[in-house]
């Protein structure tokens, strides 16, 4: 992977790469996926990117250019090399950086994206640059702003864990929907509440949440979150009826008195 990533920064417009996900958290199972995420600036050669895909690969490979797979989640291609699964993910380094300033000053987005249900949350960016490994840098930059991320800024600190009242707003719409048996937007706001606590309670621990998967789990064995937590999202989204809604209400006031 680090051969790769040396030939991948040979690519015009890509300026880093970076190895992300469970592989770079040592979480991985033997069959993860390797994630690499290409950090690029200003225009890209995505022809010049098919053709080592296609080189790398022996068969052609189609590479979603800036913008081919959503907003947020920029670009990239899937690989497989040797039967492994190998994730090529763009990252413009521009938006990565100035996501990071507004993080540094408290400011974040949630945007649609296709493959987050509960939406993109911008502070993914500088986390994942803080969590990943650096594979290929040559100029330093990617290696310069992951020191600068290493440490949690207060301001988005304090302004996720503020967030956390839109759970409970959303526990209340939900209330309104159970009597009515509408499970769709039940699911949706009880999803949405657990969601954004997960976000607070990593915010309040200084701990970066890239995305939904596992992000309850995670959650559940921080200091901060309640006894039962894990398992009391879990039969409420089972259940979806009224006593759903009042254990979710228990939740969410359990966790927004420990961030208090």
Not at 121 to 144: F, H, I, K, M, N
Request: proline share 5%.
């Amino acid at each position: 992977m680090a051969a790769l990533a040396e030939r991948l920064t040979e690519v015009p417009g890509v300026r880093a790469v970076a190895l992300g996900g469970s592989r770079a958290r040592g979480t991985h199972r033997p069959d993860s996926d390797w994630d690499l995420g290409l950090y690029y600036r200003g225009d890209l050669d995505v022809p010049a990117l098919s053709r080592l895909a296609a080189e790398v690969t022996g068969a052609p490979v189609e590479v979603a250019g800036p913008g081919g797979w959503g907003p947020w989640v920029n670009g990239g291609a899937w690989l497989t090399l040797d039967g492994v699964a190998v994730d090529w993910i763009l990252r413009d380094l521009d938006r990565v950086e100035r996501v990071w300033t507004d993080c540094l000053a408290g400011r974040y987005e949630v945007g649609v994206q296709p493959g987050h249900p509960l939406g993109f949350w911008s502070p993914a960016y500088p986390g994942e640059v803080a969590l990943g490994l650096v594979l290929a840098d040559p100029q330093g930059e990617l290696t310069d702003l992951q020191e600068q991320t290493r440490v949690y800024p207060e301001p988005l600190r304090a302004a996720l864990v503020a967030a956390a009242w839109e759970a409970e707003f959303s526990v209340a719409a939900a209330r309104k929907s159970a009597g009515f048996g509408d499970a769709l937007h039940v699911s949706l706001c009880l999803s949405r509440a657990f969601g954004i606590l997960a976000q607070s309670l990593h915010a309040h621990h200084r701990r970066w949440l890239l995305n939904e998967k596992g992000a309850l789990a995670s959650a559940a064995a921080l200091d901060a979150a309640p006894a039962g937590f894990a398992e009391g999202t879990a039969a409420a989204l089972r259940a979806l009826d009224a006593g759903a809604v009042e254990l979710a209400d228990d939740l969410v006031r359990k966790v927004r008195a420990a961030l208090s």
